[in-house]
């Protein structure tokens, strides 16, 4: 895209609430050139915290901050929300995000996550067809309007223990959030295909950092390591997932939004497959440097380590992901910046920090639906 186009847009983040949409919103206003206005449009969901973003709307809140919240599902809301601040890219993050959450209930997945995708979609079309170029649905020319869609390498389903995912490999997804997930990314392609939407999809490996709501596994090791509670670890521990601190995901996608050409798909990941097991040591290790074990009471006597436990697998568990993100840095120059040594020893400072942030995560619903869906721990 033009870049003093860009540069002054405004921009609408869907799920900027949750946390790579609110790590994303912090990194466009201080990590880039961007001097436009970012829409933060979340249902604010349990995993959406508006304390994720304090810092940005106490700054930006009078000028190029907006908080609505509104449902991807409600057309009108989105159609208006889009008409009113002149929307002209769309940066859509809002999903319904946890494997183990689809396992208990797929519906809200296939209800945000498809329903919503195509509804946001929908509108956008709409104000299209009736924008001041009157581009024709079929006249095969782009829009004006940028669509750019965040998903996940789980799309492709489940790994052996050799190869990695490339862009054109074939999708595969076997958990109700990877096949919602799915249907999302073909919903967008059909969009680019049948109607000329600059559209862009990124297929992204596993984020951690701040703001990672505590159901996910790092934060949730952390946390419940600094607790003295077990440190849950599904099967064997020997499934593979290749870890991307999240602010070299928001860099990706930023970098999409300026030089990504439209209808492409780009792979993120961090180059770094870890087994879970290992995972699981390396912030135990992490741990013991921070606040070593020996003077944390909740551990009475024990090593973070002592709090392994094994329990029973995650049913259709994919046994390994890796991600071949060669297409975008030869395309566009991006690469992670954050090693896992160096992305780890940060989250977990993070976390040591912002103790409050915590505290208010683990509200009632919180505190409710782990009772009543981890009861195997
Ligand atoms: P998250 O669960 O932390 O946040 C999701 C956000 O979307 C929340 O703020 C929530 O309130 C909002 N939301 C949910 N349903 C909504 C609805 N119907 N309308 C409006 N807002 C709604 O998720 P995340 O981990 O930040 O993931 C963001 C996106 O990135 C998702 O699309 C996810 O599939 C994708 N992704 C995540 C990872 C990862 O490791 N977390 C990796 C690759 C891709
Ligand atoms: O790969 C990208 C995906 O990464 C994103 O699309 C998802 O939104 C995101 O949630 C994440 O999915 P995972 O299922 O890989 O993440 P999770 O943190 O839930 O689990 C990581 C691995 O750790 C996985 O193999 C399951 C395992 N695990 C997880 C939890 C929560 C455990 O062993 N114990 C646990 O308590």
Redesign the pocket.
């Given at each position: 895209m033009k870049k003093s186009k860009l540069e002054r847009a405004v921009i609408f983040v869907?799920?900027?609430?949750?946390?790579?949409?609110?790590n994303f919103i912090r990194y466009m206003f201080k990590n880039t050139a961007f001097k436009g206005k970012i829409i933060n449009?979340?249902?604010?969901?349990?995993?959406?915290?508006l304390a994720n973003l304090e810092d940005v709307a106490q700054k930006y809140g009078k000028t190029r901050y907006v908080f609505v919240k509104?449902?991807?599902?409600d057309y009108k809301k989105v159609f208006h929300t889009l008409k009113k601040h002149a929307v002209t890219i769309i940066v859509?993050?809002?999903?319904?995000?946890?494997v183990d959450r689809s396992i208990c209930g797929p519906k809200?997945f296939i209800?945000?996550?498809v329903h919503?995708t195509f509804t946001l979609l929908e509108a956008v079309r709409a104000l299209w067809l009736c924008s001041p170029d009157k581009r024709q649905a079929t006249d095969n020319k782009q829009s004006y309007y940028r669509f750019h869609h965040?998903?996940?390498?789980?799309v492709y389903g489940s790994l052996g223990g050799t190869g990695s995912f490339s862009e054109t490999t074939p999708y595969d997804p076997r958990s109700p959030?990877s096949a919602s997930?799915a249907a999302s990314d073909h919903i967008v392609r059909a969009y680019f295909h049948t109607y000329g939407l600059a559209v862009t999809i990124s297929?992204?490996?596993?984020?951690?950092g701040p703001y990672?709501?505590p159901e996910?596994l790092i934060p949730l090791l952390i946390l419940n390591a600094l607790e003295g509670k077990s440190l849950p670890v599904y099967g064997d521990g020997k499934n593979v997932r290749d870890w991307?601190y999240v602010e070299d995901?928001c860099c990706a996608v930023w970098e999409i939004l300026r030089k990504g050409r439209p209808g492409e798909t780009y792979n993120v990941g961090g180059n770094c497959e870890m087994k879970n097991m290992d995972v699981v040591h390396a912030v135990c290790r992490r741990l013991e440097l921070a606040r070593p074990a020996a003077a944390n009471p909740a551990l009475k006597g024990r090593k973070y380590a002592d709090l392994v436990t094994f329990v029973k697998d995650r049913p259709g568990h994919d046994r390994r992901y890796a991600i071949n993100a060669s297409k975008i840095k030869r395309e566009l120059g991006w690469k992670p910046a954050h090693d896992f040594e160096g992305g780890l020893k940060a989250a977990v400072q993070w976390y040591l920090e912002n103790g409050g942030w915590v505290k208010k995560i683990k509200d009632a619903s919180y505190a409710l639906w782990l009772k009543k869906n981890y009861r195997r721990r």
């Open positions: 869907t799920g900027g609430a949750g946390f790579i949409g609110s449009y979340d249902k604010l969901t349990y995993a959406g915290n509104g449902d991807i599902c859509h993050f809002a999903a319904e995000s946890h809200d209800e945000t996550n919503g965040v998903s996940t390498d789980e959030y997930k297929n992204c490996s596993n984020n951690y990672h709501y996910k991307l995901h």
